[in-house]
């Protein structure tokens, strides 16, 4: 099986479904170790990007609505989160071309060069306690399933699975980078929320690729 510019449309449309639906509970972890703002910033970016996706030209091509998602992040979310989320869906326009399907190696291409762009821009390294480390072990669990053999829906749930326990393995963590930093070892016992809303987009890619 392959994942065309509708998976794409669809996985972004259950992003502002499951971004609005966590919306508090992202504020919430970002008020215990940030400023608040993370559910806010992270809706209002994926809210834009859904009118825009109606305008969209016929043939547009999974790249074509990453690039978009990356440049409506860019300009709506700020903060430090909107930069690196926007700069993560731009490498991963980048890396699936003008493929009209993607398969699981290219699905694979797509997580590791969002990820990749996330650490160009932020220089997170892992355990720094960001949304590196729910990506980094996704991408890792992605290859794998690839290397096994795996179809593209099922890389997508390997890498969501290992996001959301990279997102728990956050808690622990004093953090590094980001806000979060300032506290010392106060960010003991809070989960990053990046790294949470990072679990909650692999798992909706997931969830629409099994559809
Ligand atoms: P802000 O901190 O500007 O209010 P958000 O609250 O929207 O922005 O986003 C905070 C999240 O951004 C953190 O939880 C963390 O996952 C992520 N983050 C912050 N700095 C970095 C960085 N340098 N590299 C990777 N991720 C980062
Ligand atoms: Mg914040
Ligand atoms: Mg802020």
């Not at 993560?88 to 190696?105: M, R, T, Y």
């Not at 160009?120 to 399933?145: C, N």
């Not at 829906?153 to 326990?165: D, G, N, Q």
């Amino acid at each position: 099986m392959t994942l065309g510019t509708q998976w794409v449309i669809d996985w972004v449309r259950a992003c502002a479904a499951v971004i609005a639906e966590h919306r508090v509970e992202l504020i919430t972890l970002d008020r215990d170790i940030g400023d608040g703002d993370h559910g806010e910033n992270m809706d209002r970016g994926f809210s834009a990007v859904v009118p825009k996706l109606d305008e969209l030209a016929d043939g547009a091509t999974p790249a074509d609505v990453l690039k978009l998602v990356a440049t409506t992040l860019i300009s709506t979310v700020g903060g430090a989160s909107g930069p690196l989320f926007g700069t993560a869906f731009l490498k991963a326009s980048v890396a699936v071309g003008s493929e009209p399907e993607l398969d699981s190696a290219a699905v694979v291409a797509l997580l590791r060069a969002a990820r990749d762009g996330i650490v160009l821009r932020g220089k997170a390294e892992t355990g720094d306690k960001t949304m590196i480390d729910a990506w980094t072990p996704a991408v890792d669990a992605a290859a794998e399933a690839e290397a096994a053999g795996q179809d593209a829906a099922s890389v997508l749930a390997a890498a969501a699975s290992a996001a959301e326990k990279g997102a728990e393995a956050t808690e622990p963590l004093v953090a590094r980078k980001g806000r979060a930093s300032y506290l010392g070892e106060r960010a003991i016992g809070h989960r990053d929320p990046g790294a949470q809303s990072t679990a909650l987009l692999l798992r909706a890619a997931a969830s629409v690729a099994a559809d």
